[in-house]
Structures are given as structure tokens and as C-alpha cells.
């Protein structure tokens, strides 16, 4: 399995948390308060320059009111 960041399996994922974002109503910068951190970070994650690990999918989720499965179908 490719560790690339630009995987397709990991594209999906990123996609998946746009769109929880997005139907959260949530602007980048409201999600890096309340995770306190910088919007950049959101920023990142989000154009895939950062990976994600499995704590912080965890940490989404609550934000976002989905459950984890909806990140790694």
C-alpha cells in the first residue's frame, strides 16, 4: 500500500472531510478553535500538504457529528 499523501484512498478520505465540514456549516477557522490550532492547519490537512492520523479523524468526527466510519468507508 502507497504511503503517498495523493492516494486515491486518502483523497477520498480528505473529500469526505470537506463535505462534513461544509454540511457542519463550519468555516476552517471555527474547527481550528475549537481544536486549538491555527486555521493553516485545517488548511493543510485539507489540501492534503498534512496526513492525518487516526486520533485526529477521531477528534473530526465529534466536531463534525459523524461517525468515524463516514471518514474511512
Known amino acids: 500500500?502507497?504511503?503517498s499523501v495523493f492516494s486515491k484512498d486518502y483523497k477520498e478520505i480528505i473529500?469526505?472531510?470537506k463535505t462534513a465540514r461544509i454540511e457542519a456549516g463550519?468555516?476552517?477557522q471555527?474547527?481550528?478553535d475549537k481544536l486549538g490550532k491555527p486555521q493553516s492547519f485545517i488548511?493543510?490537512?485539507e489540501?492534503?500538504?498534512?496526513r492525518l492520523d487516526v486520533a485526529e479523524i477521531?477528534?473530526?468526527s465529534v466536531i463534525y457529528k459523524k461517525d468515524v466510519?463516514?471518514?474511512?468507508?
Do not use: H
Open 1 to 3: 500500500m502507497s504511503k
Open 15 to 17: 473529500e469526505r472531510l
Open 26 to 28: 463550519l468555516a476552517q
Open 30 to 32: 471555527a474547527v481550528a
Open 43 to 45: 488548511s493543510k490537512i
Open 47 to 50: 489540501s492534503g500538504e498534512r
Open 58 to 60: 477521531k477528534k473530526f
Open 69 to 73: 466510519s463516514f471518514f474511512i468507508k
